[in-house]
């Protein structure tokens, strides 16, 4: 049976970032981390960050049917004979001679080029003590595009047809398809510190180009003169065709939050407003609009100037008080923290990536207050030289904390779900009740807020009412958790 190039089809994808992004190029000139740039300047999205998270998608031979792969003759890897348009080189290493297998990738996958204005920032990132006392070397800085950026990339196929099918769905177009449904989700996280919620994005708009060469001539005329970057009446939108994917290896936490006191994260200067050139732009976003940035402040902000809890805090708060909790219930398991929040230790060369995803935490209607401080010498009760200063803080604000308890096929939860729900429902009521606080000062009574609402999975939501919620909050995430394992096996 022969295969001939039917079509030649393209997807236009234009993705919104929901949470700030950090991409690291390797270099640390500006920052210890900085974002990855195009010749321009520019941040952008590489294809092969985008690639490694459509692999996931797929079990392994069809990822390596679909995105192609590398292999040399005399490791122990899996032979893959039935796949087409495997080529082989032979090469010399070390006096020996090796043959390399590959195989193409069907699916082409183009960068994430951005779509209009784009702010940059610097973060900072420390590991704390039980004590929220910096522990020594371990202050880095790092740079981050802001929430709100555009992008634009492309997925091209040629869909080859077998003869007496022309009119069946390719396998390839489908696998094509459940990208765009993953995209269009909202839970694709790209770059680093996933976890923590950094890189959050989601398809807005899609579109589709579609050259039929079994048609006529006139067809391939048209395919010559596309152009992939310009707006064309060859692109129709299909944004609404597109369902979403359903994710069932994640158990999804909302928690609404009031503040009860102010709140205080120290604040990273933000950079002054970048903007892509003119000639350099595919499309001028809609949703571009002007952000005052730059005054000096000591609560954190992103670009839109609203107060945030960075997804890091909140897991440092929570893996914190876990533990706590677990040393006063007299559970000496300390590899249990680790394998739930992650670990990385370069010495011993061990490193997991966390069971558990923190979002970022956009406060709104909040009400800024400054304050004047000095430090007192505790033993003449005099101020001390030098010691005066300014703090602004935020209160009176509301927001949503977004927790993902994600699921492995090795799961320790399957031996220990028990004691992690405890734990997490005994945390989650210490936070509503003001045991947990969050952020600096809060010796001071800083950082605390109460839970109006929590919904957990696809529970109905629910107010939190004394400390008889907390059995309701351990039963339905138990049965969450359940529905997750039974949906993800299925």
């Known amino acids: 049976m022969t295969r001939t190039p ?3 089809i393209y997807y236009r994808v234009e993705l ?3 949470s700030p992004l950090t991409i690291g190029s390797g270099r640390d000139i500006a920052t210890d981390q900085d974002i990855i740039k195009n010749r321009n300047g520019e941040p952008y999205i590489p ?3 985008l690639t490694g998270i459509y692999r996931t998608l797929f079990e392994e031979r069809k990822a390596k049917q679909y995105f192609g792969y590398v292999k040399i003759e005399g490791e122990s890897q899996e032979e893959e004979k039935d796949l087409q348009k495997e080529t082989e080189t032979v090469f010399q290493k070390d006096g020996n001679e090796f043959t390399r297998k590959c195989k193409n990738s069907e699916i082409i996958v183009y960068d994430g080029s951005l779509l209009g204005e784009f702010y940059l920032s610097q973060r900072d990132g420390v590991a704390l003590d039980g004590w929220k006392t910096a522990k020594k070397g371990s202050k880095f800085n790092f740079e981050i595009l802001e929430t709100n950026a555009r992008f634009i990339t492309f997925l091209e196929i040629t869909e080859k047809v077998p003869e007496g099918e022309e009119n069946g769905k390719s396998e390839l177009k489908t696998a094509v398809e459940r990208i765009l449904r993953f995209l269009r989700s909202g839970t694709i996280h790209l770059g680093a510190r996933t976890t923590r919620g950094y890189g959050k994005v989601k398809a807005e708009h899609i579109w589709k180009a579609e050259f039929d060469f079994s048609e006529t001539e006139e067809v391939m005329k048209r395919w010559l003169d596309f152009n ?7 692109w129709n939108e299909i944004t609404e065709k597109i369902t979403n994917f359903s994710q069932k290896s994640f158990l999804r936490i909302s928690l609404e939050l009031k503040q009860k006191s ?4 120290r604040k990273y200067a933000t950079d002054k407003k970048m903007e892509v050139p003119e000639e350099q732009k595919m499309e001028k976003s809609n949703l571009s609009k002007e952000i005052q940035v730059g005054s000096e402040q000591l609560t954190l902000h992103d670009a839109n100037r609203s107060p945030v809890i960075p997804g890091s805090s ?6 914190h008080h876990l533990k706590r909790l677990m040393e006063e219930g ?10 739930w929040f992650g670990i990385v230790n370069k010495k011993k060369k061990i490193s997991k990536k966390s069971l558990i995803v923190f979002h970022e935490t956009v406060l709104r209607g909040t009400k800024e207050k400054t304050i004047t401080r000095n430090a007192i010498d505790r033993f003449s009760g005099a101020v001390v030289d030098g010691a005066l200063f300014k703090e602004k803080f935020c209160i009176d604000g509301h ?12 799961s320790i939860l399957k031996e220990k779900e028990n004691i992690f729900f405890q734990l997490l429902s005994a945390t989650i009521m210490d936070l509503h009740n003001g045991i947990l606080a969050i952020g600096g000062v809060t010796a001071s009574g800083r950082g605390l807020f109460e839970v109006e609402s929590i919904t957990i999975g696809k529970a109905e939501a629910f107010m939190i009412e004394g400390d008889s919620s907390y059995q309701k909050v351990y039963q339905i995430l138990q049965e969450e958790w359940k529905k997750i394992l039974v949906d993800s096996e299925g």
């Open 262 to 265: 102010g709140i205080f994260i």
């Open 16 to 18: 919104l970032l929901e």
């Open 6 to 8: 039917c079509k030649k």
């Open 399 to 410: 927001g949503n904390l977004e927790i993902l308890i994600r699921k492995e096929k090795e």
């Open 330 to 339: 007299d559970i000496y398991e300390s590899q249990l923290i680790e394998q």
């Open 314 to 319: 909140w897991a440092g708060a929570f893996r």
């Open 47 to 49: 294809a092969t960050a």
């Open 228 to 234: 992939l970057y310009a707006n064309t009446s060859e």
